[in-house]
């Protein structure tokens, strides 16, 4: 006997309705007369994978979590670098005014 079925993926969701034909339904290339109507159809077959919408949505995920990570990463390297640059501009500054002092103090023994 024919009947409607649908396909329950790992993910939970449902496939779209297909049609198990019988084999007289084969070899007459026709449908059983006393079918279900197909959106009753139960979710009879399991499937060892997710559906592609979810491992689509996955594949999305992954890829905007490894952007933002090195998004993140850019922005930390950033403010490293910028770190860097003050204090070393801070110890040349730092530097020079060392160097006023001791010209100032070499004025005043000389």
Do not use: W
Request: proline share 3%; net charge positive.
């Amino acid at each position: 006997m024919c009947h409607y079925y649908r396909k329950a993926h790992t993910c939970g969701c449902h496939s779209k309705i297909h049609l198990n034909l019988c084999r007289t339904g084969i070899l007459a290339n026709a449908k059983c007369d006393p079918l279900t109507h197909p959106f009753e159809a139960p979710a009879t077959h399991s499937s060892y994978f997710m559906c592609y919408d979810c491992i689509r949505k996955d594949a999305h995920l992954e890829a905007q979590a490894k952007h933002e990570a090195k998004m993140k990463e850019e922005q930390d390297r950033a403010k490293v670098e910028e770190a860097r640059r003050m204090a070393e501009k801070e110890g040349k500054s730092e530097k020079v005014r060392e160097e006023y002092r001791k010209k100032v103090e070499r004025e005043k023994r000389e």
